[in-house]
């Protein structure tokens, strides 16, 4: 495994530094929102906005890119969101910072897009899988780590804002440093609703509820700990948890689907949830029992939008996989972004306990419908089961690498290779496919690995230039 990271060691590095400034961004403003006065409903507006923002991204960010090339779009992004963060502690008002988290959104879905299709096209076909789960083990690593600096500063001061902007500061240096060649961003096609209602109708509908819950979760889940009276070391503590429970029941989950019926598996999710839920809503108070329902409820709702994804493939055939994802990833966002805003109305008329009984009323339909669907009849597969993937919604990127993954494995079980006829070519064929890393190549490091120069303001590589081996 550690062969095929380490030519995109940069980028990881780069991914972690900024999303721990993030993190810790999304836990602060709720938390000195609330020292402020802020009411719920308006908390759960400023989620909302980041959210909007994140869809309105999709469509503005990748002609950006386009234009001035990934690095420089890093770099762009990168500074909009330091500066940004900075100015939340500078201008304390609650109408300019939902302002600012709707430019921040959109800045984000340029950082995951730049990242995840730098990820796309250099890892091997055969390991994408592998380092997209990677990729989201550094996601929810470095977003578990930010909760942690809550421990050493109040939210009321400069301090954390400034920690969270020097975060991201210091993630373009890693990025900017690298000599990876930059990759092309393709325009992304999506399903209509009523087609992915009719191949799944049980994935259009997870989709949904995953983002009115995720929506939620991340913007009022801090909210909901003050409102509790944590202090800020607990709610780090509630957060972490919770994040960590979305790591560790990821993979058995995504195991269970595989093995059976998905629909079976949504049941099993969204039921979790709900039931989790319902303990945190009436134990709140009870610290062993809200941290115990918070493990069990990020490991169910955390695993619902893989499931669904996996569920959509299943009923997809490979010319549809890419623009299907990117279909049920637009719906996810939109759930993403009304979520917030109900959940917080709900929260300033009924108390904190209203944010879970919300996660309840969301996930129990979903897991009833699925049971039901599941019951009907078996599932039918258009071409191949699909193989569970464990991610987090980022960017319309993550649909490509999904369906990029999904494409090499259905066309690996379809057409197996023929080892009578292939056997006297595999250590050639093998030979040229190899990347830098597996040729004993780094091309972030080494000098007798030289890669073509990208053109000025563009994305398209310039014709290659050969150069004697240790040449600058």
Not at 151 to 156: G, I, R, V
Request: with cysteine; charged share 15%.
């Amino acid at each position: 495994m550690l062969p095929h990271i380490r030519p995109i060691r940069s980028l990881m590095l780069g991914t972690a530094l900024l999303l721990v400034g993030n993190g810790l961004l999304s836990t602060l403003i709720a938390l000195r929102g609330s020292l402020e006065g802020y009411s719920d409903q308006m908390l759960g507006l400023m989620g909302s906005a980041y959210f909007v923002g994140f869809v309105l991204g999709t469509w503005i960010v990748p002609p950006f890119i386009r234009r001035i090339g990934h690095i420089r779009a890093f770099n762009f992004f990168a500074a909009a969101i330091a500066a940004i963060m900075l100015l939340h502690s500078i201008i304390v008002s609650p109408w300019v910072w939902l302002v600012l988290r709707l430019f921040i959104g959109i800045a984000l879905v340029g950082f995951y897009t730049v990242i995840e299709s730098w990820l796309n096209t250099q890892a091997q076909p055969e390991r994408r899988g592998q380092i997209f789960a990677f990729y989201m083990v550094v996601n929810m690593a470095a977003i578990a780590s930010a909760q942690q600096f809550l421990h050493f500063a109040s939210p009321a001061g400069f301090i954390l804002f400034s920690i969270a902007a020097m975060m991201v500061c210091l993630s373009v240096l890693p990025v900017a440093s690298t000599r990876l060649p930059q990759p092309l961003i393709s325009d992304v096609p999506r399903l209509t609703l009523s087609k992915i209602w009719s191949a799944a109708p049980a994935a259009l509908l997870g989709a949904l509820v995953s983002g009115l819950g995720m929506g939620t979760f991340w913007s009022l889940a801090p909210v909901y700990g003050a409102r509790l009276e944590m202090d800020a070391g607990a709610i780090a503590t509630f957060m972490t948890v919770t994040i960590i429970g979305g790591a560790v029941l990821q993979w058995p989950l995504g195991r269970f689907s595989d093995r059976g019926d998905r629909r079976v598996a949504l049941a099993v999710a969204a039921g979790g949830a709900a039931i989790a839920a319902v303990f945190m809503a009436f134990y709140g108070t009870q610290p062993m029992v809200l941290l115990g329902a918070a493990f069990v409820f990020g490991g169910m709702a955390f695993a619902l939008y893989p499931i669904v994804v996996a569920h959509l493939v299943d009923h997809l055939s490979q010319d549809d996989i890419l623009s299907g994802s990117a279909g049920i990833l637009l719906l996810h966002g939109i759930g993403a972004a009304i979520g917030p805003s109900v959940s917080g109305a709900l929260m300033g008329l009924a108390g904190p306990a209203a944010m879970p009984a919300f996660f309840a009323v969301v996930f129990a339909p979903m897991a009833i419908y699925a049971a039901v669907q599941a019951r009907r009849g078996e599932d039918e597969i258009v071409e191949e089961a699909a193989q569970f993937v464990p991610m987090v919604r980022t960017a319309p990127t993550s649909a490509e690498i999904t369906a990029a993954v999904e494409e090499y494995r259905i066309e690996h079980v379809e057409t197996p290779a023929d080892p009578d006829t292939t056997e006297d070519t595999t250590s050639v064929s093998d030979a040229a496919a190899q990347s830098p890393a597996e040729a004993g190549h780094d091309p972030e490091t080494a000098s007798d690995w030289t890669t073509p120069e990208v053109g000025e303001g563009r994305n398209e590589p310039a014709e290659p230039k050969m150069k004697p081996a240790g040449k600058p």
